[in-house]
């Protein structure tokens, strides 16, 4: 089921020093971690990016993905240390056309002559986040004996 993503979410995804990487898995599930600068959130509010590659692995993963209804996941992390994971499915691939075009044309535009093979397109289903200090607190109130034992001892 989609989820819709928040706006904290689509202002680091707006940020230029957001890390943005996108984890697929082949079809013996070999995990394959990419990143990708150009992940962004569409209008309709599903993930975005712009594969340059024809035959990269984050390619070929994602065509397996779509096939067969197989989950991603993307992962952004922000330069204060704010960081999501998103899980979701690719829902569309576009490769010819006019948003081809449109999006081609941006590229070109941004980088000069550079190919674009793929527009993919992601529906979020899951938002985790794993932000350090988040799962930190979490972690000790959910089980606050774990720890070491030099923070128990007495000094």
């Given amino acids: 089921m989609a989820v819709i993503l928040n706006e904290e979410i689509k202002a680091l995804l707006l940020e230029k020093t957001t890390v943005k990487a996108i984890a697929t898995v082949d079809r013996e599930g070999n995990p394959h971690v990419a990143y990708k600068g150009s992940l962004h959130i569409n209008d309709e509010g599903n993930l975005e990016f712009y594969e340059l590659l024809e035959s990269s692995r ?33 829902r569309k691939a576009v490769i010819a056309g006019r948003e081809f075009q449109r999006h081609y044309n941006l590229i070109q535009e941004k980088h000069g002559d550079m190919d674009l093979s793929t527009v993919w397109i992601i529906e979020p289903e899951e938002v985790v986040e794993e932000s350090f200090k988040k799962r930190r607190a979490a972690e000790e109130k959910e089980h606050p004996i774990l720890g070491h034992l030099d923070r128990w001892l007495v000094k």
């Fill in 58 to 90: 984050t390619n070929k993963n994602m065509v397996w993905s779509i096939w067969f209804k197989k989950p991603v996941a993307v992962n952004i992390l922000g330069s204060d240390g704010t960081s999501y994971q998103i899980k979701g499915v690719p």
